[in-house]
């Protein structure tokens, strides 16, 4: 899950502004949170809920609730149009969007999941609520599938494997297609390359760096990117206490949830405020 952060504040600053090379700054006072990570945070709270009762419908009414919660405490964070009328209206419903926001907001699902059916069928609920189109639900699942191979000791060939199978064609290089790759908000536009970042890096920076040089929608290619770089690579202590200071305390408790951050980790980002 905070790997999906960290990528979601390094590439903010890249979204409307494109940088097609992997060399650039990986942090800068121009960067910050967007609804990448507040949608994430909401997910995260409500799979931390299943993960105590383990109840399916509680699990979709959760997501609705926190997503709109959080969602509408953060209204400026950088949602589509779309998605902020379902955050303000009386009676939510699905709205069939095939948008690579039910992929950026999935990863904490694989981490309670108990089985690589279990994962793939909370992402099916997590997407369905608002991205009910199949190609919505199918990025979420392709995304929570493969971290939670990941988590279980799979290999970048068996995620491969995996998601040619049941997914997406991987049949690309990044380097033959990053000068003709525009902006692409849709998931079967933009979760293939995500993945295809991460099987190409070497560790958890250089998958950023490459998510990033992509170009496009920066900032959810890289958090996606990164959410599945975390669960293979960890996250390395320099990158992970530099992006919570991004964070503000509430966003910060909700992630400390699963991580426990260190006190020293609450002091970095109390001395940043």
């Not at 000791?153 to 997914?167: C, P, S």
Request: hydrophobic letters at 35%.
């Amino acid at each position: 899950m905070l790997g999906a952060v960290c990528g979601d504040i390094i590439g903010s600053v890249y979204e409307k502004n494109n940088i097609k090379k992997k060399t650039f700054p990986l942090f800068n006072e121009n960067d910050r949170f967007t609804d990448d990570t507040v949608m994430t945070c909401a997910i995260l709270i409500a799979s931390m809920e299943y993960k105590k009762n383990k109840n399916i419908n509680k699990f979709r009414d959760n997501c609705i609730k926190y997503m709109r919660e959080l969602g509408r405490r953060y209204i400026n964070a950088g949602y589509g149009q779309t998605f902020i009328y379902w955050l303000l209206s009386k009676d939510p419903k699905p709205y069939n969007s095939y948008g690579n926001g039910s992929a950026m907001r999935v990863s904490s699902v694989a981490y309670v999941a108990d089985s690589l059916e279990e994962a793939e069928n909370l992402a099916k609920v997590s997407a369905e609520v608002t991205h009910s189109h199949t190609e919505g639900i199918k990025g979420a699942q392709a995304i929570a599938g493969s971290i939670w191979l990941l988590l279980h000791n799979a290999n970048k060939r068996e995620i491969y494997e995996y998601i040619e199978l049941n997914y997406y064609k991987l049949s690309f290089k990044i380097d033959d297609i990053r000068l003709s790759y525009t902006f692409d908000v849709s998931c079967q536009g933009s979760v293939p390359q995500s993945i295809q970042a991460f099987l190409e890096s070497n560790d958890f920076e250089d998958s950023i760096r490459i998510a990033v040089s992509l170009g496009g929608d920066s900032d959810t290619i890289a958090a996606i990117t990164g959410s599945l770089a975390e669960a293979y690579y960890g996250i390395p202590k320099e990158i992970k206490d530099k992006a919570i200071t991004y964070l503000d305390d509430e966003l910060l408790y909700y992630l400390n949830t699963y991580y426990n951050f260190s006190d020293k980790i609450k002091d970095i980002h109390k001395k940043t405020k």
